[in-house]
């Protein structure tokens, strides 16, 4: 009798698929890292590494925290998947798919009153993303993708242990009490260095929430839409309304309140997205994507050009303001 052999079971479309994938994502990493991650994000994270003894740490306290993370947003909210909310799971494969990441677990929340997405990811647990049920009702189909990819941004630059060691560090995160009691005896420009991190962490994961994204200004319009809550489901905004808003803040002290935020402010993440719009590296992703006729921004072009908008001491003039 003819024995079946085994390697006839195996899926190989799956294995030409990663084989595919791996060969298409090789180009993309520069030392491991995206191609896509912004300059200041990268070098903090490496500053950050070096601080002897924290980066231990921080991946201790976040792996202390991840299992509870992961257990409370069992219990408390909707697990997606393909058999329930199959369209944003097909969301996160999509994504994931496109970024060479394995695929997220999603959780949507409870609270319709908040518009928020956070990931969780350390090497011991499998990557979450959470979603408020407020960003769901009031986003399209297609900003919802672009914050998908954007979450699947800080997967892929695996953010989770610096962004919860920054969390920690600005007590954001309260469910260890001791523990922030610990680490309030950090001096106060290490915490400000993390907060600086964080901001320059999501100007990296704006960039792979374009990448990700069904049109090239979805991105942008996410952003605005953080604004005003996405109230009322308006659509009616206008880019550069937003940006005249920013100029009239910029050369004020008021920027500064910045200083203390782990995200910049909408405006500026607008502006830093635009950039992107006009860089070499976005088309090399989307080489379905038609390039604006202008000369299209090598990469540090493109960090220097976005570290003027997104650097809160270099404050700098958009080209086209008046
Ligand atoms: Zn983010």
């Not at 590494?49 to 909210?77: D, E, H, M, S, W």
Request: with cysteine; net charge negative.
């Amino acid at each position: 009798m003819q024995k079946d052999n085994p390697l006839m079971a195996v899926d190989y479309s799956f294995y030409d698929y990663v084989t595919a994938s791996q060969s298409r994502l090789a180009p993309h990493l520069i030392d491991g890292v995206p191609d896509y991650a912004y300059r200041e994000d990268f070098a903090l994270r490496k500053h950050i590494k070096r601080l002897p003894g924290f980066y231990p740490l921080a991946k201790a306290l976040t792996n202390q925290y991840v299992p509870l993370i992961k257990q409370t947003l069992n219990l408390k909210c909707l697990k997606v998947g393909p058999s329930q909310f199959s369209d944003v799971y097909d969301k996160a494969v999509y994504c994931a798919r496109i970024l060479g990441i394995g695929i997220p677990t999603v959780f949507i929340d409870n609270d319709p009153s908040v518009i928020n997405a956070f990931t969780v990811a350390t090497e011991d647990e499998a990557p979450m993303i959470c979603i408020s049920s407020g960003l769901l009702e009031r986003f399209s189909e297609d900003e919802l993708l672009t914050v998908i990819g954007h979450e699947c941004g800080h997967i892929h630059n695996e953010h989770s242990v610096f962004d919860l060691a920054a969390q920690l560090l600005i007590g954001a995160i309260g469910i260890l009490p001791k523990m922030n009691q610990a680490l309030t005896v950090l001096s106060t420009p290490l915490r400000l260095s993390f907060l600086s991190w964080s901001r320059a962490a999501e100007i990296t994961c704006d960039r792979a929430g374009i990448i990700c994204s069904n049109n090239k200004t979805d991105s942008l319009y996410a952003e605005a839409k953080l604004l005003f809550g996405a109230s009322q489901d308006r659509n009616d905004i206008n880019i550069e309304a937003i940006f005249q808003q920013y100029d009239s803040l910029r050369g004020t002290p008021v920027r500064l309140i910045e200083i203390e935020s782990t995200h910049p402010i909408p405006a500026r993440r607008i502006l830093a997205e635009r950039e992107f719009l006009s860089s070499e590296i976005l088309y090399q992703w989307r080489p379905d994507w038609e390039p604006p006729e202008t000369e299209l921004l090598a990469k540090k072009e493109l960090d220097d050009n976005t570290a003027k908008f997104v650097s809160i001491a270099k404050n700098g003039k958009r080209k086209d303001s008046k």
